[in-house]
């Protein structure tokens, strides 16, 4: 089978990866790629047609999607009617990420445990909600603000790349917040402010054909730019998997408390949903309680979770369009998996590409290219996560060290990353 992944990120050079380990992948293309996937063709994601186009030529017979907007477009609903699977929720489907406040809507109207919330915007720029939502008015935003005094959660409505979220502890951070979202998507940009949960966070990846669901390994991202948490939120520094406080306990209340209630949601709706939600869960004192919704896998859990994966992904993805995900068998390799980010400096702002990189003649296996593009023999810099340098161990603290100390072989000028991935003080 000749397959297409559809990204240029670490995570589909993983995804790529994996697949192509499978007996049944004859080829895997990816589009438009980086400078280290293979079989690279260059083609806009959401340009459907001219992906359309390549699958004839090619014979390409399945398109696993890696970014969100070719699946918040409609690819999946675009190919309904060709002999090509497309892996990835209907256009409906994946409004539970394409729209913050749809997501928050369901969730409560399908009593997934998440937190309080309040909608605020004017009319929004998409077709989710022609009508006016929540409110402009700024002496209700202000009430809200300094009644929270500060301390929460602002996100941008629609898609943002990972960059749509804001942590707050301040009215001044809020406020600022606020301002950022309008100055780079209108005035009357439509957004939630909630609460700020504490505790630990946890990702977990379900694969589904919209009835049934099978899980992951449970991993952790690291989301801020600087060690300690601090920062701006970025598209990912680091993930490791699988995550040590998560137990048998947890795991059925997060299924009984969110994933089940979800999954209901999506038959309800009547979602045509053959593909992967991601659950980005705040583990409180309280409980395990929904933060938000991705149709797709994460990244940079990816980088951690396939690696960790033992069981042939080709197959897990195809049952999901056969009706036998519900008997497939789940195995993993031991271990501990985990991910680091090499960055761009200035990252997530400006930075600058078509930087050499050193190191990556001589790299081994687990090694997942971002933002970077080959030109000629030389690897060169092409975003602002540049690299994902993943490594394994019997335990966390070994993988953790094995990873720093393979990071160690590269190198460009002003490379930058995170010093403490994996090393949280887990708070539940």
């Given at each position: 089978?000749?397959?297409?992944v559809?990204?240029s990120?670490?995570?589909?050079?993983?995804?790529?990866?994996?697949?192509?380990?499978?007996?049944?992948?004859?080829?895997?293309?990816?589009?438009?790629?980086?400078?280290?996937?293979?079989?690279?063709?260059?083609?806009?994601?959401?340009?459907?047609?001219?992906?359309?186009n390549?699958?004839?030529?090619?014979?390409?017979?399945?398109?696993?999607?890696?970014?969100?907007?070719?699946?918040?477009?409609?690819?999946?609903?675009?190919?309904?009617?060709?002999?090509?699977?497309?892996?990835?929720?209907?256009?409906?489907?994946?409004?539970?990420?394409?729209?913050?406040?749809?997501?928050?809507?369901?969730?409560?109207?399908?009593?997934?445990?998440?937190?309080?919330?309040?909608?605020f915007?004017?009319?929004?720029?998409?077709?989710?909600?022609?009508?006016?939502?929540?409110?402009?008015?700024?002496?209700?935003?202000?009430?809200?603000?300094?009644?929270?005094?500060?301390?929460?959660?602002?996100?941008?409505?629609?898609?943002?790349?990972?960059?749509?979220?804001?942590?707050?502890s301040?009215?001044?951070?809020?406020?600022?917040?606020?301002?950022?979202?309008?100055?780079?998507?209108?005035?009357?940009?439509?957004?939630?402010?909630?609460e700020?949960?504490?505790?630990?966070?946890?990702?977990?990846?379900?694969?589904?054909?919209?009835?049934?669901?099978?899980?992951?390994l449970?991993?952790?991202?690291?989301?801020?730019?600087?060690?300690?948490?601090?920062?701006?939120?970025?598209?990912?520094?680091?993930?490791?998997?699988?995550?040590?406080?998560?137990?048998?306990?947890?795991?059925?209340r997060?299924?009984?408390?969110?994933?089940?209630?979800?999954?209901?949601?999506?038959?309800?709706?009547?979602?045509?949903?053959k593909?992967?939600?991601?659950?980005?869960?705040?583990?409180?004192?309280?409980?395990?309680?929904?933060?938000?919704?991705?149709?797709?896998?994460?990244?940079?859990?990816?980088?951690?979770?396939?690696?960790?994966?033992k069981?042939?992904?080709?197959?897990?993805?195809?049952?999901?369009?056969?009706?036998?995900?519900?008997?497939?068998?789940?195995?993993?390799?031991?271990?501990?998996?985990?991910?680091?980010?090499?960055?761009?400096?200035?990252?997530?702002?400006?930075?600058?590409?078509?930087?050499?990189?050193?190191?990556?003649?001589?790299?081994?296996?687990?090694?997942?290219?971002?933002?970077?593009?080959?030109?000629?023999?030389?690897?060169?810099?092409?975003?602002?996560?540049?690299?994902?340098?993943?490594?394994?161990?019997?335990?966390?603290?070994?993988?953790?060290?094995?990873?720093?100390?393979?990071?160690?072989?590269?190198?460009?000028?002003?490379?930058?990353?995170?010093?403490?991935?994996?090393?949280r003080?887990?708070?539940?």
């Amino acid at each position: 089978m000749n397959i297409a992944v559809i990204g240029s990120g670490g995570r589909e050079h993983a995804i790529a990866w994996k697949l192509s380990q499978s007996k049944s992948a004859q080829k895997v293309f990816v589009l438009p790629g980086n400078g280290g996937t293979k079989n690279n063709v260059n083609i806009d994601v959401n340009d459907f047609e001219a992906i359309l186009n390549l699958c004839k030529h090619r014979t390409i017979e399945l398109i696993v999607v890696g970014p969100e907007d070719p699946l918040a477009e409609g690819i999946v609903d675009y190919f309904a009617d060709t002999p090509v699977k497309v892996f990835g929720p209907d256009k409906a489907g994946a409004k539970l990420e394409g729209s913050k406040i749809y997501a928050k809507r369901f969730m409560k109207k399908y009593g997934v445990v998440t937190g309080d919330y309040r909608e605020f915007g004017g009319i929004c720029q998409s077709e989710y909600f022609p009508e006016k939502i929540g409110t402009q008015d700024n002496i209700a935003i202000n009430d809200t603000i300094v009644k929270m005094n500060g301390d929460c959660v602002i996100k941008y409505d629609g898609l943002a790349a990972g960059k749509g979220v804001f942590v707050c502890s301040t009215q001044e951070e809020a406020f600022a917040a606020l301002e950022d979202i309008r100055q780079k998507y209108g005035v009357e940009a439509s957004y939630l402010i909630e609460e700020k949960l504490e505790g630990s966070e946890l990702s977990i990846l379900a694969f589904t054909d919209g009835n049934d669901y099978k899980l992951l390994l449970p991993s952790q991202d690291h989301k801020q730019l600087l060690d300690g948490d601090k920062g701006p939120n970025t598209g990912g520094m680091g993930a490791f998997c699988p995550v040590p406080f998560y137990t048998e306990e947890l795991k059925k209340r997060i299924e009984n408390d969110i994933i089940k209630p979800t999954m209901n949601g999506i038959k309800a709706e009547g979602f045509n949903f053959k593909g992967v939600v991601y659950f980005g869960l705040m583990i409180t004192k309280e409980g395990p309680k929904l933060l938000e919704y991705n149709v797709r896998l994460g990244d940079p859990e990816t980088e951690v979770v396939l690696p960790a994966l033992k069981s042939d992904l080709l197959q897990l993805v195809l049952s999901c369009f056969d009706g036998t995900l519900k008997d497939f068998k789940m195995e993993f390799n031991d271990g501990f998996f985990v991910d680091i980010v090499l960055a761009s400096g200035g990252y997530p702002k400006a930075y600058k590409k078509g930087i050499p990189i050193c190191g990556l003649e001589e790299a081994k296996e687990l090694v997942f290219h971002a933002g970077t593009k080959k030109e000629r023999d030389k690897f060169l810099t092409n975003g602002g996560r540049v690299l994902n340098i993943v490594a394994c161990g019997n335990t966390l603290e070994k993988a953790i060290e094995n990873a720093y100390k393979k990071v160690k072989l590269f190198y460009f000028d002003n490379m930058f990353y995170r010093k403490n991935i994996g090393k949280r003080n887990f708070r539940i």
